[in-house]
């Protein structure tokens, strides 16, 4: 069973930076896709970002379309998602998953996450 821990996230102001690691444990990483979801407090948990098995292929979602990257290493395992511009309203827990379905449909096997707080 692949197991993905999140980490990166933290407090910034609006306008700053932060990049979000996800590291996968099992050996086939390197043969599916990945997503980046995110969940605010009292909202349900939304797509954010999504990249295929071989880095070829990108997604997101409209709200960070411009402003958010994802990238992969399989060297080390490892999915990334790199925040510039950040808002307020990008504050929210981030959680990484593997996916079943392109772009937005990820097994239900969730890790804790990692708060990013934006503020104004």
């Known amino acids: 069973q692949v197991q993905h821990v999140e980490s990166g996230g933290g407090l910034v102001q609006a306008g700053g930076s932060l990049r979000l690691s996800c590291a996968a444990s099992?050996?086939?990483?390197?043969?599916?896709?990945t997503g980046w979801f995110r969940q605010a407090p009292g909202k349900e948990r939304e797509f954010v970002a999504a990249?295929?098995?071989?880095?070829?292929?990108?997604a997101y979602a409209r709200s960070v379309k411009g402003r958010f990257t994802i990238s992969r290493d399989h060297a080390k395992s490892s999915v990334y998602l790199q925040m510039n511009s950040l808002k307020p309203e990008d504050t929210a827990v981030y959680y990484c998953?593997?996916?079943?379905?392109?772009?937005?449909?990820?097994?239900?096997?969730w890790g804790q996450g990692t708060q990013v707080t934006v503020s104004p």
């Open positions: 998953a593997p996916l079943q379905s392109w772009p937005d449909g990820a097994f239900a096997s």
């Open positions: 099992g050996r086939t990483f390197s043969t599916y896709a």
């Open positions: 990249i295929n098995y071989n880095g070829g292929d990108t």
